[in-house]
């Protein structure tokens, strides 16, 4: 089981970002896809999750209205889209699917101006 993220980078307060996830090693389409990021000195908290058929989400109050989780199941991937950022979402942002020990490298997002 393999989660590869991408898309992470330097931006500033107000700005977006676009982070993708690609998954292997088990059926994608099956499984509910969570994102979760960690910042420094904090423990790792859960952002989004999203259904296997993508028609339920569930977000954290603190990125409500402002991040949208979605996934292409037929490349295996899941998709983050964060608008209006803010320092506070300065992070290292993974992927997840429940009941896997693995967690991949995670991509860092740094929103300062």
């Known amino acids: 089981v393999q989660f590869v993220e991408s898309g992470g980078g330097l931006v500033q307060p107000g700005g977006s970002l676009r982070l993708s996830c690609v998954a292997s090693g088990f059926t994608f389409s099956k499984y509910v896809m969570r994102w979760y990021r960690q910042a420094p000195g904090k423990e790792r908290e859960l952002v989004a999750g999203?259904?296997?058929?993508?028609?339920?989400?569930n977000y954290a109050d603190s990125v409500k209205g402002r991040f949208t989780i979605s996934r292409a199941n037929v490349k295996n991937t899941v998709y983050l889209q964060m608008n209006d950022l803010k320092p506070e979402d300065t992070a290292v942002y993974y992927c997840?699917?429940?009941?896997?020990?693995?967690w991949g490298q995670g991509t860092q997002v740094t929103v300062s101006s």
């Open positions: 999203l259904s296997s058929d993508g028609d339920n989400t």
């Open positions: 997840h699917a429940p009941g896997f020990i693995n």
